[in-house]
Each structure stands twice: as C-alpha cells, then as structure tokens.
C-alpha cells in the first residue's frame, strides 16, 4: 500500500535551518507529483511547495526564497530545505502525493491544492523559536 513516512523535523530558533524528507513506497514514485504542506491546529492547511513528474516547482509567497523543494527519483525521497526560518513556519509539515492532480471542470482544466493531493503522510513537527 501506498505509504509517505516524512523525518527531518525538531526545535530550531529563528534564522536557523532544517531539512524535512519524505521516503515513498507503494506506488511508481517517478510518475507521482509530490508536495509538502503544513498544519497549526485550528487553522487550515497550508500548501508549502509542490515539485512535479519533470522537476518543476511551485511555492507559496510566504515561503518562497526560503524554502527549496527538491526529489531523488532513485531514492523514492523527496525533500523540502528549510531556510531563515521564522516563528511563523511553526506547524506540523506533512508529505503528500498525487499521480495526477489535473482535472476538468466547465471545460477548464484545474489542478487540485497540494492540500488536496490523494496520499499523505503522518507529519513532522517543526518548532520555530524566536
């Protein structure tokens, strides 16, 4: 079965670095689209980053210039570099997958929220102090 086991999170102060991955099983990885986002309880879901079948990426404004996602095919792991963190980055992050996000509605073609993607992890906890 499909299964997303993300590691790399822990307690960092502001400024600092971490580095978040994701190993996958379960399913042809190379042929997935894969992204990150985050949680604070009470809140809704964020959408962090996304990174697709051919490399290419997609961030949110909040965290773009900091953030870096990146995925080793050979690997089945996907990444997310974590830079100048802010206490605002405190949530719980969370890896998910999605062999195809693109549907069609009205006669456009959409594409769900990473939020939305089929597959996720069970989270890591960053901590960001300032």
């Known amino acids: 079965q499909v299964q997303l086991v993300e590691s790399g999170g822990g307690s960092v102060q502001s400024g600092g670095s971490l580095r978040l991955s994701c190993t996958a099983s379960?399913?042809?990885?190379?042929?997935?689209?894969m992204g990150w986002f985050r949680q604070v309880p009470g809140k809704e879901r964020e959408g962090v980053a996304t990174?697709?079948?051919?490399?290419?990426?997609k961030y949110a404004d909040s965290v773009k210039d900091r953030f870096t996602i990146s995925r080793d095919n050979a690997k089945n792991t996907q990444y997310l570099q974590m830079n100048r963190l802010e206490p605002e980055d405190t949530a719980m992050y969370y890896c998910?997958?999605?062999?195809?996000?693109?549907?069609?509605?009205?006669?456009?073609?959409?594409?769900?929220?990473?939020?939305?993607?089929?597959?996720r992890g069970q989270g890591t906890q960053v901590t960001v102090s300032s």
């Open positions: 990174i697709d079948r051919d490399g290419s990426t």
């Open positions: 379960g399913f042809p990885y190379s042929l997935y689209y």
């Open positions: 998910a997958a999605d062999r195809s996000p693109y549907f069609y509605r009205g006669g456009l073609k959409l594409r769900k929220d990473v939020t939305d993607f089929d597959y």
